[in-house]
C-alpha cells in the first residue's frame, strides 16, 4: 500500500509558478510510475504528466507542454510538478497517484485507470 500525500498548492496570479510536491509513504516510490491529474470543478478528472520509475521517461498533456516539469526525487520518496506560466484555466485540484505497471496509453478515458494509488489532492486557484 502507498499512502500519498500532496502540498504546494495555492491561490496565485496569472502567470506566476508554484511546485507541488507529492511525498509518498508505507512503499518506495522507486518501484512505481507516477502522474499527476487535475480536475476543474464542474469537469471530469484530466490527466496532466507521468514519469517513469527512473524518471528517463516524461509524458505530458498539450495543455502544460513546454509549461509543467514533472521530476522526482526516488531518495526523499517525492515527485514534482513545477508549475510555470499559470493561467486562469489551470485553476483546478491537483492529485498524484502511483502506478505499479508501465503506461500503455495515454487515451483520456482510460489513462487515469493505470494508476493504482491516489493522493486526497491539493487546491491550485489561478487569478486573472
Known amino acids: 500500500q502507498v499512502q500519498l500525500v500532496e502540498s504546494g498548492g495555492g491561490l496565485v496570479q496569472a502567470g506566476d509558478s508554484l511546485r507541488l510536491s507529492c511525498a509518498a509513504s508505507?512503499?518506495?516510490?522507486?518501484?512505481?510510475?507516477m502522474g499527476w491529474f487535475r480536475q476543474a470543478a464542474g469537469k471530469e478528472r484530466e490527466f496532466v504528466a507521468d514519469?517513469?520509475?527512473?524518471?528517463?521517461?516524461?509524458y505530458y498533456a498539450d495543455s502544460g507542454k513546454g509549461r509543467f516539469t514533472i521530476s522526482r526525487d526516488n531518495a526523499k520518496n517525492t515527485v514534482y510538478l513545477q508549475m510555470n506560466s499559470l493561467k486562469p484555466e489551470d485553476t483546478a485540484v491537483y492529485y498524484c497517484?502511483?502506478?505499479?505497471?508501465?503506461?500503455?496509453?495515454?487515451?483520456?478515458?482510460?489513462?487515469?485507470?493505470?494508476?493504482?494509488?491516489w493522493g486526497q489532492g491539493t487546491q491550485v486557484t489561478v487569478s486573472s
Open positions: 497517484a502511483a502506478r505499479r505497471f508501465a503506461l500503455s496509453t495515454l487515451e483520456s478515458t482510460l489513462v487515469a485507470a493505470q494508476y493504482n494509488y
Open positions: 514519469i517513469s520509475w527512473s524518471g528517463g521517461r516524461t
Open positions: 508505507g512503499r518506495t516510490l522507486s518501484s512505481y510510475g
